[in-house]
């Protein structure tokens, strides 16, 4: 038996007027999705336990099996383990984007915050923006007084280690869900030990709005990179073994950080793909060959697409309903065909992570459709997949179960299949 696992991350949505008053998943055409919900179960459920925050921080610890109740300590420590950086207790480790701040002469406080990723800034355009930081000296100054380090990503997600730190009652705020807001009251507070987080972005965005790296990316019609935002703090953390869980080893193929660290600390492989950018332009055809060939080396295998959140976070509707159908066409059907074609016998979950609102372009919390498709059987259902048919479908309170329905370790439940 093979067992997939495919994560479309934020393509849960409420209606949208645009639309319809339909939802992103019930404008799109997903036949090869459709055909699984109508021969499988279709239910609904919440992967972001309140009052953790909506967000694939805690959406994805519940879908691999974590109460993120018990073990979320942050995002950032997942991404460190993904990226390799040691963590040691008194460490905390920060995400710190590369964003957008409004143009003008007033204050960082009263610029509105535009986008949380510098307008999904390339590799080699981040690495330069980074780079122009750290080699200016007022910054290096400043980050070795915090006792930080800064990683470097060819991309909009850069990380911090902070040394001997305490977070207690420091307040940090997602950009990605504040987007169009005047950044002041979105900066870190909470008590002093806030000041140090609120300076370094002052100074970043002093040095970097007008140095020339950022006036290349303007005279190109590009958003600039003149800020950068740090949140998504967290201590370390420890996760079990998935193996010693479920009694089987694992891949897990993303764009994402967070979602191979948080695989790593679980004990599964980590695929990179070359190519694969967390945006629409991502390598499709990469991730799917990547699929296919850890589906032939385990039994059990994640595919994460980021692309339908980004495309929320930026505005773009259309973008974001032909992510949904490219999830579709480009690698769950060809998916489904390979391993039908093989005469393997498989299971698929699928589900978006958490909703992802385009009214706010922010998550939301809440829950969201999934679905438990098996190649030996036909339920009978006859629904699509979509939020208004997981809403009548069967509801999981907790999502750390969905694997145990996946692996059908769920012994007599309702929600077998």
């Known amino acids: 038996m093979k067992y997939l696992l495919v994560i479309g991350d934020g393509m849960a949505d409420d209606p949208v007027p645009q639309l319809g008053n339909r ?35 805690t959406a994805i610890l519940s879908i691999f099996g974590c109460d993120p109740r018990r073990y979320f300590t942050g995002r950032s420590p997942m991404e460190a383990a993904a990226a390799g950086i040691p963590m040691v207790p008194g460490d905390a480790a920060f995400r710190c984007n590369l964003v957008t701040l409004e143009d003008g002469d ?60 305490d977070l207690s009652g420091v307040r940090f705020t997602p950009p990605h869900d504040h987007l169009g807001e005047r950044a002041g009251p979105l900066l870190p507070s909470g008590n002093s030990r806030a ?54 080893d694992g891949a897990v193929i ?78 769950t059907a060809p998916l489904l065909e390979r391993l039908e074609s093989a005469g393997l016998d498989h299971r698929v979950l699928l589900l978006s992570d958490h909703k992802t609102l385009t009214a706010t372009r922010g998550h939301g919390g809440g829950p969201v459709p999934f679905l438990l498709y098996d190649s030996r059987r036909d339920s009978g259902g006859g629904r699509p997949y979509d939020e208004e048919a997981g809403e009548a479908g069967p509801f999981v309170e907790n999502g750390s179960a969905l694997l145990d329905m996946l692996f059908e370790r769920e012994q007599g439940s309702s929600f077998s299949l």
């Open 254 to 331: 993303s764009a994402v950080p967070l979602c191979h660290g948080i695989g790593v600390l679980r004990g599964l492989e980590m695929v990179e793909v070359e190519g694969a950018t967390g945006e629409l332009d991502t390598n499709f055809s990469g991730k799917l060959e990547a699929a296919w060939a850890k589906l032939n080396q385990y039994d059990f295998v994640c595919l994460h697409l980021e692309a339908p959140d980004e495309c929320t976070h930026n505005g773009d509707l259309p973008g974001k309903v032909q992510a949904i159908e490219w999830l579709d066409s480009r690698l």
């Open 23 to 57: 939802t992103p998943l019930q404008a799109a055409s997903i036949p090869a999705i459709d055909r699984m919900a109508a021969r499988g179960l279709v239910g609904s459920v919440v992967n972001c336990p309140p009052p953790l925050p909506a967000g694939s921080e």
């Open 106 to 165: 007033m204050p960082l406080e009263e610029k509105r915050l535009l986008s949380h990723s510098a307008g999904s800034i390339d590799g080699d355009s981040a690495l330069a923006a980074v780079a122009a930081l750290l080699a200016d000296p007022r910054f290096a100054r400043a980050l070795e007084e915090a006792r930080m380090e800064l990683h470097t990503f060819p991309a909009f997600r850069q990380l911090a280690i902070q040394h001997q730190s």
């Open 195 to 248: 000041e140090v987080f609120a300076r370094l972005m002052t100074l970043a965005h002093r040095i970097l709005d007008r140095h020339p790296v950022t006036d290349k990316r303007r005279a190109a019609g590009r958003l600039p990179a003149n800020g950068v935002w740090f949140w998504a703090e967290g201590t370390a953390v420890e996760l079990p073994s998935f193996r010693g869980q479920y009694g089987m």
